[in-house]
């Protein structure tokens, strides 16, 4: 077990190291730099800013000190905001990022979990037709569709929300439905056809014949086992909550830490993107070991002693 | 029986026509045309079929449908309404709609469709090799795809998009740099199934060459799942490619995407809200309809994985 996590973490930090790499020498293989675009800047000054930010030296030396910094936790500073670390853009704006992301996967397991064991439970009636309906179009419509039209019929026509911003309670409604819309018909879907398998068991058969109450049944043997596939979808619903986030802020004007990733984009700040990018990445390795360690606790039939190896 | 004793007549020859020995009383079924038929019982899978061939037909012939296109500004129809004039009305430059909604539509469709056909070449030829071959190449192969693949994808893309200038080039490139991985670990699994079944172990026994046993033997096996995959992988190309549209880095005016169209919209959704409606649509129809469709061929190709 130890020896398993272990292993995942060197993997993870190996994949790291290829990424900041990556964006390093993609960052550097783009003709020019960020500030030839600024006209008319004295040479001396121009001097300044290539020996602020290293231009000056060689790549392998800049290289070296990027990765250098890298391990010290230091992501740089923007090019295009005067004295902003990259530290601080990420300290400003991931508060509202995590606090919608957490509320959006809350929602998407639970209501993604009940609507599944709802359709699971009347196999082929109206309802289960209905949550596979729900299902298909969650996976369906992309999730800037969902955040206008919400954004559109709630907030500009009908006016029960705001229509941006994030200040009171009731604003966390909109971009929360709108993150968690893909997860929870994803969810739904999982768990409706692990439960149906889980339902036609010998060891459901076995419980009902001994009498037990269709609720125990139900929680404790059923559910239990159906919950499963359910956590191998915590790493890719991290990747869609994150993409999903840098949408849904910049719909609803939320000054988190998406809306900043599709500025520095805009604004080609490459410090903030590599900086960025890292940051989302580390979070996305994270998300996918707590899921590979998780499996194992909760299906003892899985043994943590080899990787998965792909197919 | 064992009272008779048998005599020398009892052993005369039959002649040979007389009995056919096996008769076909059906016509001969392929597997193909078995998934074929039972794709067919699937209604919706159908449907889905019909309309993704129309908004196909559409994508192509709607330049011919009105007067406008695409690319010419009118400034003096900006911003109007849907109307017998404009059918989906016009941009904020008085460009239609309509040839703009279906101009979108049809490079989305193609950004989904060749980012599905890269995906499907390297996959199958990397996929193959490694579940052909297997010990040492496979463990190296394997160990690259998991490092790739440990990646964010959506990140490779952007930063790769970032570096190289938003086309559609660019972008189908930087879709299929992470794409090819899960079609590859696909073929790798089926092949590694196929490679010792008998029929693959007797070409290779009359001297059927490598190439020859990839392509006609273990890889025309390997179709069904395949085909799924590039089902599955058209409607998320679209949505990433209409995400990349969403951060700027799209396909580049005067072309234009649904992604992008979308964007444009959404900056004047109060006041023009038509301007959102087709391009929304149309896209969420697009995805719904491949992903059902991709479904009932997974089901018709494999009945046992039917869920």
Redesign the interface.
């Given at each position: 077990m130890v020896r398993y996590v272990i292993k995942k973490i060197l993997f993870m930090l190996l994949s790291l190291f290829v990424l900041a790499s990556a964006t390093f020498f993609l960052m550097k293989a783009i003709p020019g730099n960020p500030f030839q675009s600024e006209k008319n800047i004295p040479p001396a000054i121009q001097q300044m800013l290539y020996e602020r930010y290293g231009f000056d030296q060689p790549v392998w030396k800049q290289y070296l000190n990027y990765m250098g910094n890298l391990l010290q936790l230091d992501l740089g500073t923007s090019m295009k905001q005067q004295y902003v670390t990259v530290e601080t853009v990420i300290k400003n704006g991931f508060g509202y990022s995590l606090q919608l992301g957490v509320l959006a996967i809350l929602v998407s397991i639970v209501v993604g979990v009940l609507l599944g064991l709802v359709a699971a439970l009347n196999h082929r009636k109206f309802l289960d037709g209905f949550t596979i309906f729900i299902a298909v179009l969650g996976v369906s419509i992309p999730n800037f569709v969902v955040a206008s039209a919400l954004q559109y019929i709630f907030g500009v026509q009908l006016r029960w929300f705001n229509v941006t911003g994030l200040y009171e309670p009731l604003d966390y409604v909109l971009p929360v439905i709108a993150l968690s819309f893909l997860p929870t018909a994803f969810i739904a879907r999982l768990t409706r056809s692990s439960m149906l398998e889980v339902l036609s068991a010998d060891y459901i058969k076995t419980a009902r014949s001994k009498g037990l109450s269709g609720r125990v049944i139900l929680v404790k043997h059923a559910l239990r086992n159906a919950i499963l596939p359910v956590v191998t979808y915590v790493g890719p619903m991290t990747a869609n909550i994150i993409t999903g986030s840098v949408i849904v802020e910049q719909i609803f004007g939320i000054g988190g830490l998406g809306k900043d990733f599709v500025s520095s984009i805009t604004n080609r700040d490459y410090t903030l993107i590599m900086g960025l990018t890292l940051f989302y990445a580390v979070i996305l390795m994270i998300a996918r070991l707590i899921t590979d360690i998780a499996y194992g606790f909760v299906d003892p039939r899985i043994k943590l002693t080899r990787g998965k190896g792909g197919s | 029986m064992s009272d008779q004793t048998l005599k020398k007549e009892d052993f005369a020859k039959l002649n040979r026509s007389e009995q056919p020995k096996e008769l076909v009383v059906r016509e001969s079924i392929s597997a193909w045309k078995d998934a074929w038929i039972r794709l067919k019982e699937n209604k919706l899978a159908m449907i889905s079929l019909v309309i993704l061939v129309i908004i196909a037909l559409f994508a192509i012939f709607a330049q011919m449908m009105t007067p406008y296109d695409y690319k010419t500004n009118d400034l003096s129809s900006t911003n109007l309404p849907p109307s017998t004039e404009h059918w989906f009305g016009t941009d904020a430059l008085g460009r239609d709609m309509f040839e703009r909604t279906w101009m979108g539509t049809g490079i989305s469709l193609q950004v989904g469709l060749y980012a599905a056909l890269v995906d499907l070449a390297l996959g199958v030829i990397i996929g193959g090799i490694m579940g052909y071959y297997g010990g040492k190449v496979d463990e190296i192969l394997?160990r690259f795809?998991?490092?790739m693949y440990?990646?964010?994808s959506?990140?490779?893309v952007?930063?790769?998009i970032?570096?190289l200038e938003p086309s559609m080039f660019t972008i189908v490139l930087a879709l299929s740099i992470t794409g090819w991985i899960n079609m590859a670990?696909?073929v790798?699994?089926q092949v590694?199934q196929l490679k010792n079944q008998e029929y693959v172990l007797a070409a290779r026994t009359i001297g059927a060459s490598t190439s020859r046993i990839m392509f006609k033997h273990l890889i025309p096996n390997a179709m069904g799942p395949i085909i799924v995959t590039i089902t599955m992988t058209v409607?998320s190309a679209i949505?990433a490619e209409?995400?990349l549209s969403?951060?700027?880095?799209g396909v580049q005016s005067p072309a234009a995407s649904l992604g992008t169209l979308?964007?444009d919209a959404?900056k004047a959704?109060?006041v023009y809200?038509w301007r959102?409606l087709f391009p929304?649509i149309l896209?969420?129809l697009t995805?719904?309809c491949?992903?059902?469709f991709g479904?009932g061929l997974r089901d018709a190709l494999d009945p046992k994985m039917k869920?």
């Open positions: - | 394997n795809c998991e490092i440990s990646i964010p959506m990140l490779v952007i930063l790769l970032v570096v670990w696909i790798r699994g590694m409607p949505f209409a995400f969403f951060l700027g880095l979308i964007n959404l959704m109060t809200p959102m929304a896209i969420s995805m719904l491949f992903n059902i479904d869920k």
